[in-house]
């Protein structure tokens, strides 16, 4: 594993329980951890379970009896470190967003395509695709059961930096993410509703915003310790967006909105989809991550209203591993669901989803969105990915 902070953490804690959960065909060894700062990457492998721990990646691409490099840093290092292991013949877990340019995420994919012919395996680490509730829903679809899809309502809301003095860290630099609200958490919701709905988006109209233009250095932006004297610390430029708000067509002909923000007090990480079709209306919230409010048009008139289902039964998807019914699960879950249908596919020698190519074909969303709103909001077609991809 490359980054041992926030993923690196949700990933560790993932990968040391998944075959405790689950019975697969492969067992995970957290065999080495790399971190840019030794003494705190030591102190990362002990406290989250890696037996050594280096500062350079590249000994994770070099060592004979490693097989998966999971890549948990910043954009800016996605498609260095992915192409090296690959190339190396090594599996590849890597968060999203795939890379911080369209270019990059090309060369990723044709890299994962060309990997693949050997029997190389690659994965985009959206994890949401797999809390229960929401691979229900894109059964629920697939089923039938919401009928002609007219409607995706979508938001991604946060508000981490609403303060003005909250400093300029990675996220908010256009080099080392990519792109700000838009990529980090936009792009979730544009996975996460392309997988349910089976759709895709074909064309955009989009706002963005940064409402915040420059911003105090942090230690890490500046390489300089934070100001704890009151004196006016040294600021720098805001170079990504913090709100961007659009609109879109789906290839299968539904109307779509998405919302995603770091600027909307009292959001904490307020991810909710709501799908209206002919036949009913499905609601997933993250906050309430068990539960699915179903609507179906199908039944009676004087029966007709939202339903509370609980996602807790043993046949909902990855529920039969945890606990009885009713006894809920977590954020954390996601990931160890991520890891068990990575280790079940790479075992297997088939591909885990979401691929290279599907995590592609987000980036030029991301693309679409902001060349959008560099025009004014004019309509901009998601290009074509020129490669195999499947939602
Ligand atoms: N799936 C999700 O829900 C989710 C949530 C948060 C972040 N992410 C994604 O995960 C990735 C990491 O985000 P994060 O929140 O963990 O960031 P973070 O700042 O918490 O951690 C980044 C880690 O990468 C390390 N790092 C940076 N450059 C490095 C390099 N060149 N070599 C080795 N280590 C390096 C840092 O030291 C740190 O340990 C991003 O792509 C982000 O978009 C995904």
Same mark, same amino acid.
């Given at each position: 594993? +490359?980054?041992?902070?926030?993923?690196?953490? %949700?990933?560790?804690?993932?990968?040391?329980? +998944?075959?405790?959960?689950?019975?697969?065909?492969?067992?995970?060894?957290?065999?080495?951890?790399?971190?840019?700062?030794?003494?705190?990457?030591?102190?990362?492998?002990?406290?989250?379970?890696?037996?050594?721990?280096?500062?350079?990646?590249?000994?994770?691409?070099?060592?004979?009896?490693?097989?998966?490099?999971?890549?948990?840093?910043?954009?800016?290092?996605?498609?260095?470190?992915?192409?090296?292991?690959?190339?190396?013949?090594?599996?590849?877990?890597?968060?999203? $967003?795939?890379?911080?340019?369209?270019?990059?995420?090309?060369?990723?994919?044709?890299?994962?395509?060309?990997?693949?012919?050997?029997?190389?395996?690659?994965?985009?680490?959206?994890?949401?695709?797999?809390? $229960?509730?929401?691979?229900?829903?894109?059964?629920?679809?697939?089923?039938?059961?919401?009928?002609?899809?007219?409607?995706?309502?979508?938001?991604?809301?946060?508000?981490?930096?609403?303060?003005?003095?909250? !400093?300029?860290?990675?996220?908010?630099?256009?080099?080392?993410?990519?792109?700000?609200?838009?990529?980090?958490?936009?792009?979730?919701?544009?996975?996460?509703?392309? /997988?349910?709905?089976?759709?895709?988006?074909?064309? +955009?109209?989009?706002?963005?915003?940064? /409402?915040?233009?420059?911003?105090?250095?942090?230690?890490?932006?500046?390489?300089? %310790?934070?100001?704890?004297?009151?004196?006016?610390? $040294?600021?720098?430029?805001?170079?990504?967006?913090?709100?961007?708000?659009?609109?879109?067509?789906?290839?299968?002909?539904?109307?779509?909105?998405?919302?995603?923000?770091?600027?909307?007090?009292?959001?904490?990480?307020?991810?909710?989809?709501?799908?209206?079709?002919?036949?009913?209306?499905?609601? /997933?919230?993250?906050?309430?991550?068990?539960?699915?409010?179903?609507?179906?048009?199908?039944?009676?008139?004087?029966?007709?209203? /939202?339903?509370?289902?609980?996602?807790?039964?043993?046949?909902? !998807?990855?529920?039969?591993?945890?606990?009885?019914?009713?006894?809920?699960?977590?954020?954390?879950?996601?990931?160890?669901?991520?890891?068990?249908?990575?280790?079940?596919?790479?075992?297997?020698?088939?591909? !885990?989803?979401?691929?290279?190519?599907?995590?592609?074909?987000?980036?030029?969303?991301?693309?679409?969105?902001?060349?959008?709103?560099?025009?004014?909001?004019?309509?901009?077609?998601?290009? $074509?990915?020129?490669?195999?991809?499947?939602?």
């Amino acid at each position: 594993m +490359v980054g041992y902070a926030f993923m690196g953490a %949700a990933h560790s804690q993932a990968w040391r329980t +998944v075959n405790r959960v689950y019975d697969l065909p492969a067992r995970a060894r957290m065999a080495l951890i790399c971190g840019r700062d030794t003494a705190k990457v030591a102190d990362a492998a002990d406290r989250l379970g890696w037996d050594a721990h280096t500062t350079d990646w590249r000994d994770l691409i070099n060592r004979d009896d490693i097989d998966v490099v999971d890549i948990c840093t910043p954009g800016d290092s996605h498609a260095e470190i992915a192409l090296a292991a690959l190339a190396a013949g090594k599996h590849v877990l890597c968060e999203k $967003p795939l890379a911080n340019t369209v270019a990059e995420a090309r060369a990723m994919t044709a890299a994962a395509d060309a990997a693949r012919a050997t029997g190389v395996r690659s994965m985009c680490g959206f994890n949401y695709r797999r809390v $229960p509730a929401v691979t229900m829903m894109r059964q629920m679809v697939a089923d039938g059961r919401l009928g002609v899809i007219r409607h995706v309502r979508a938001v991604y809301l946060q508000d981490w930096i609403v303060d003005p003095q909250f !400093p300029l860290v990675w996220r908010l630099q256009k080099d080392r993410a990519g792109s700000g609200a838009l990529g980090d958490i936009g792009a979730h919701i544009i996975d996460l509703t392309q /997988f349910v709905t089976g759709q895709r988006i074909s064309g +955009v109209s989009a706002v963005t915003e940064t /409402f915040v233009k420059e911003r105090p250095l942090s230690a890490e932006s500046s390489g300089l %310790a934070a100001t704890v004297d009151g004196s006016a610390a $040294p600021t720098g430029p805001v170079t990504v967006d913090d709100a961007a708000v659009f609109v879109a067509r789906l290839d299968g002909g539904a109307l779509a909105t998405y919302e995603a923000s770091r600027f909307a007090t009292g959001r904490k990480n307020a991810l909710r989809v709501e799908i209206n079709g002919s036949l009913g209306t499905v609601v /997933f919230d993250l906050e309430r991550l068990n539960e699915l409010e179903f609507y179906d048009a199908t039944r009676p008139a004087v029966e007709q209203g /939202f339903n509370r289902i609980l996602v807790t039964e043993g046949e909902h !998807p990855y529920m039969s591993a945890w606990w009885p019914p009713g006894h809920i699960i977590g954020y954390e879950h996601s990931f160890t669901h991520e890891m068990r249908d990575f280790i079940e596919a790479v075992a297997s020698g088939v591909d !885990p989803t979401p691929s290279f190519a599907d995590a592609l074909q987000v980036q030029l969303v991301l693309d679409a969105v902001t060349r959008s709103a560099e025009l004014g909001s004019s309509w901009a077609e998601v290009a $074509p990915a020129l490669t195999a991809a499947a939602v």
